[in-house]
């Protein structure tokens, strides 16, 4: 058991759409991190949120967004997917200030 | 900005074989290091970490790494790997901004042991 969950595990969507990915931190964790891994790559930060605003963002177009909500969860969701969206989504939350992070299994994303 | 190079992308090894990862950052200043293991169809999992102190790290699982600062380097080390040891290997750096961390990875190593 991961302490993270996310979900969904697996999703397929079409060109053009618009996509939400969801993300319950470890219990006692604040702080939810988003990564982007495509295949054969290292995860790529997207973006962090802590009490409910964006902290830190890499270098992902607008079109990718988040939100966090009271209860320390958030989502990710991203407009208009291009064909290169197609990636595995991992979350992981934290504590702010300390460096722990515990990841989640991940959404697999296709995009057709 | 940091970055994490990973030189073996693909090793495939025997088991009871020796294991040495490559792992090269960029960042000069003080750093955080980490090896993440990926099982196939699981979730990253922290092998070990270096933060300060002994550069030989031990971490789970029989696996140690060795921080060389004058080399930027953090290679993974495992004396003799099982065929469970199979999974992709990502070495990783953390980057504090405004009190909060970031990870940033190197692109992984696929590893597979022949039973």
């Known amino acids: 058991d991961a302490g993270v969950t996310q979900s969904p595990t697996h999703l397929i969507k079409t060109r053009g759409q618009q996509v939400t990915l969801r993300c319950s931190p470890k219990?006692?964790?604040?702080?939810v991190s988003w990564y982007q891994q495509a295949l054969g790559q290292g995860p790529q930060f997207i973006f962090q949120?802590?009490?409910?605003?964006?902290?830190q963002r890499g270098n992902f177009p607008d079109r990718f967004s988040g939100h966090q909500f009271p209860n320390y969860s958030s989502e990710l969701n991203v407009n208009a997917l291009l064909l290169g969206d197609s990636a595995l989504y991992l979350c992981?939350?934290?504590?702010?200030?300390?460096?722990?992070?515990?990841f989640g299994s991940g959404t697999r994303l296709t995009v057709v | 900005a940091q970055s994490v190079s990973q030189h073996n992308h693909h090793v495939i090894l025997s088991e009871a074989a020796s294991l040495e990862l490559g792992c090269n950052y960029s960042?000069?200043?003080?750093?955080?290091l980490f090896w993440y293991v990926q099982y196939p169809g699981q979730h990253l999992q922290l092998l070990l970490k270096?933060?300060?102190?002994?550069?030989l790290v031990k971490g789970i699982k029989g696996f140690e790494a060795e921080f060389i600062k004058s080399k930027f380097s953090f290679n993974l080390r495992k004396p003799s790997v099982q065929w469970s040891d199979t999974a992709e290997y990502f070495c990783?750096?953390?980057?504090?901004?405004?009190?909060?961390?970031?990870?940033?990875f190197g692109t992984g190593t696929r590893l597979k042991v022949l039973a």
């Open positions: 992981a939350s934290s504590l702010v200030g300390r460096d722990g992070y515990t």
């Open positions: 219990s006692g964790h604040d702080t």
């Open positions: 949120y802590y009490e409910e605003e964006e902290r």
């Open positions: 960042y000069g200043g003080t750093v955080n």
């Open positions: 270096y933060f300060s102190g002994d550069p």
């Open positions: 990783a750096v953390n980057e504090r901004t405004s009190g909060t961390y970031k990870y940033i």
